[in-house]
């Protein structure tokens, strides 16, 4: 009896890492050190939209715990955490030829946060505010981050195309 229960335990330990490694590769899998896989697919603006994504949800966790008060110190903690994988992302992202740099855009990012802060009836949030292209909200009065706006530039040898996009916490 005892031997099927230590079967039994390890078995439950197996299927438990399994399901946290699946995890890990969902959340951290575009901000490895190899970079993000999105060669030759699609829109280059949105195969590069697709890698951030992942990379900002995984900076978010940054501002947790953070006090409403103390979002400046939160978004100094987000950009810590963002900024070595945004280098990764423009490293790695493209391998026809362009390349790709991320820029934080804090106009957009207030123009967003004025227009499409997260609200509605069932909603009881606090107002956003944009920093340094990074849009926080008050959420129970914790600063909790929901967008980050980007300058996208995808530059080749004989274009240079430039997009802003917002790239909301999943």
């Not at 129970?140 to 195309?161: F, N």
Request: charged share 25%.
């Amino acid at each position: 009896d005892r031997g099927q229960l230590v079967v039994l335990a390890a078995a439950v330990v197996a299927v438990a890492l399994v399901a946290m490694v699946a995890a890990y590769l969902q959340v951290a899998g575009a901000t490895g050190a190899a970079g993000p896989d999105i060669a030759d697919r699609g829109d280059p603006i949105e195969r590069v939209h697709g890698a951030v994504r992942p990379a900002v949800y995984n900076a978010s966790l940054a501002a947790t715990g953070t006090g409403w008060g103390d979002r400046d110190a939160a978004a100094g903690r987000v950009s810590d955490r963002l900024d070595p994988a945004r280098a990764r992302i423009e490293a790695g992202a493209l391998t026809d030829g362009r390349s790709v740099s991320l820029d934080r855009n804090d106009t957009l990012a207030t123009v967003w946060a004025a227009e499409r802060c997260p609200s509605g009836p069932a909603r009881e949030f606090g107002p956003c505010e944009a920093i340094d292209g990074l849009v926080f909200q008050d959420r129970g009065s914790e600063a909790t981050l929901v967008a980050v706006a980007l300058d996208v530039r995808v530059t080749a040898p004989d274009t240079r195309r430039t997009v802003g996009t917002v790239v909301r916490v999943p």
